[in-house]
Every structure is written in structure tokens, then in C-alpha cells.
């Protein structure tokens, strides 16, 4: 299962075409009939046109999406460029600052299953939608949204993530394979298999299995998160970082243990913290500066995980390594965007 996004630059009209024949071809390869592939191609070309006419550092991340037997494809895009002082407005067809027709980001939201946007002016702008190659899953009660990128120059990422999500327990699984490339992959996604292949066990003992499962490769920073009820259960071997966002802003940092699963740790310990409603999950590998922060960004804590994941991608990320963010928040029973 492909876990990793695909990062395309867009700041000219080649790049634009090149980001549209991407996705393209990853609905093809996820078995999307030609009308399905072809709302792909015009969603990703009209976020590539956006990019293209008004933004400043645009990139479009594209990602598959898999739940159950459904598979989708999720379009990212974010820049750095003038943002929007009044959205709703600028999703009308007809409105354009650029002497376009003006069409783009209504035709992008009449086209795909879930659509959201979150601008600031002079910050940028960050748009997602997500297109499903024929009927969507039913609505889980967590929404997660994911960044995973290698390192600028790799082709496989060496981070991993996972999520199993039943109707009374939650676990989210992040990991960072020591160093970068095919090795640091390949101990990051024995950790998801590990997790998989474990059951519903607690995050101690989940590291614990993890542990055993990765002493054959170079190890990996790993963490689980847990969330049961009114409580988050949370335990890491390694530099994830990892926090509780409330409704309101304030940051809860949750605490991991010094050590490299499958090699050294000698320390596995269990934290637990207080879960509200409206409360966002943060789990980042250190492709992320480490004291990144939600300050800001107006509204963001309200618009989906997606957006949260890739605002924080696009602000803090180091250029240096792999890089990992997963959000988390509980929805309410039919709730849709």
C-alpha cells in the first residue's frame, strides 16, 4: 500500500502539465475508469493553474487513498503566495484577480467528494480534494489527514504511518527510519507491518513487538498513539514529535523515550493525556522543526486534518530529510464538507 506522497513544484506552466499527467496516471494505476481519471486530471489542472497565476512557492502533493476495498486519489496544493482575503467569494465562478475566467476552484469543489480550503493573507493559501475511483467510504469517526515526502533527491520515502481505527479505539503509528533511502524505508515499514500484524494491544506493547520486528534492520524512531474515549494513551522510542492541539489552540507536547527501535531501548513508557472534543492529534517525524507551531493560521483547527497536515508541511518542514505529519480529529457522526 503506497503510504508516501508525490510533491510536484508549480510555479510555471510546465510543471502544471507535468502535475496533471502525474495524477493521471496514479488514478489509472489505481484502476479509475476515463471519466474518473479525467475529474482527476482537471482537478489537478486547475490547483496547478492557481499556482501557476497567483501563488509564490506552489507545490501540488498527491497521495493514493485506501479504505477498505475504496481507493481515491487526494490533491494537495499549497503555496506561499498573496492568500485570499475573502474566500467564499473567490470559489465563485466568474471571480478572478488574474483576468481568468474564473472557474478553478468552483469546478474544483463541483468535481471532487471533499474539498477545503484554508487562506490567510499574506501566509498563503492551502486547498485539498479528494476524488474516489467510484463510490466513497462510509464516514469513519476519526478524519486523518497526512503529509509523507522523502527527502528532496530520494524515490522512496524513509518514514512510515498507519492508522487502524475501529468504532471504540483509534491507534496511529508514525515512523523514521534511521537515516534516508531504501534501507530507512524498509525499517520504517517493518514497523508498520509489526502493527498490523499485533492486534489491538496497547502502545507498550506495540513498541515492544516493533522492537523485536526491527532488530534485523538499521531501527527507526517510532510512536503510537491510542485514543480511547475521553483519554490518549501515547508511547515513542526515538524523535517523533508528537502534541494535542485543543479547540482552542493550546498545545499539550506528549513525551517519547531516548533510544532507536530495534536497537537500543531501554526505556518504553506509556503517557496519558486528557482527549476533548474538537481535539487534533500532531505526529510529526524530525523532517519537521521541532517546535513548530499552530499560531497564526485563523480557522485552520477548523478545516479538515489534510489541510493542518500540509500548512505545517509547508511552513516548518527542514529540506533535509524525510518528512512525516499525520492529523487526527474525531467527527461527529455525519458530518461532511
Excluded at 241 to 253: C, L, N, P, T, Y
Aim: glycine share 12%; charged share 20%.
Amino acid at each position: 500500500m503506497e503510504v508516501s506522497s508525490t510533491a510536484i513544484p508549480v510555479t510555471e506552466s510546465s510543471q502544471a502539465g507535468h502535475a496533471r499527467r502525474t495524477a493521471a496516471a496514479l488514478a489509472a494505476r489505481l484502476g479509475f475508469n476515463e471519466e474518473a481519471q479525467g475529474k482527476v486530471a482537471i482537478v489537478v489542472s486547475e490547483a496547478a493553474k492557481n499556482l501557476v497565476a497567483h501563488a509564490r512557492d506552489g507545490f501540488i502533493l498527491l497521495r493514493a487513498l485506501h479504505a477498505g476495498p475504496h481507493v481515491g486519489v487526494e490533491v494537495l496544493a499549497l503555496d506561499k503566495g498573496p492568500g485570499m482575503a475573502d474566500v467564499e467569494r473567490c470559489l465563485r465562478d466568474g471571480f478572478s484577480t488574474a483576468g481568468t475566467s474564473g472557474v478553478g476552484l468552483g469546478a474544483m469543489r463541483r468535481m471532487s467528494t471533499l474539498f477545503d480550503i484554508h487562506s490567510v493573507p499574506g501566509v498563503g493559501t492551502a486547498v485539498v480534494a479528494q476524488l474516489w475511483a467510484d463510490q466513497p467510504p462510509p464516514t469513519s469517526r476519526v478524519e486523518v489527514g497526512v503529509v509523507c515526502v522523502p527527502m528532496p533527491g530520494e524515490e522512496v520515502c524513509g518514514d512510515s504511518w498507519a492508522v487502524d481505527s475501529k468504532e471504540d479505539r483509534c491507534v496511529f503509528l508514525v515512523a523514521d527510519g534511521l537515516g534516508h533511502g531504501p534501507e530507512a524505508a524498509r525499517a520504517s515499514r517493518a514497523a508498520v507491518v509489526s502493527f498490523l500484524e499485533q492486534g489491538p494491544r496497547g502502545p507498550v506493547e506495540l513498541l515492544r513487538g516493533a522492537h523485536q520486528e526491527l532488530r534485523s534492520t538499521r531501527g527507526a524512531a517510532v510512536s503510537f498513539a491510542s485514543l480511547d474515549g475521553a483519554q490518549l494513551h501515547y508511547a515513542g522510542v526515538g524523535n517523533i514529535s508528537a502534541a494535542v492541539v485543543s479547540r482552542e489552540g493550546g498545545i499539550q507536547r506528549l513525551v517519547s523515550m531516548n533510544g532507536t527501535l530495534g536497537h537500543q531501548a531501554p526505556r518504553m513508557q506509556q503517557f496519558s493525556y486528557p482527549w476533548s472534543a474538537g481535539a487534533t492529534l500532531v505526529m510529526c517525524s524530525d523532517g519537521l522543526a521541532t517546535q513548530w507551531k499552530l499560531d497564526g493560521y485563523p480557522g485552520l483547527l477548523a478545516r479538515h486534518p489534510a489541510l493542518v497536515a500540509g500548512v505545517l508541511y509547508r511552513d516548518f518542514v527542514r529540506g533535509r530529510d524525510d518528512a512525516t505529519v499525520l492529523v487526527a480529529r474525531e467527527t461527529a457522526r455525519g458530518e461532511s464538507r
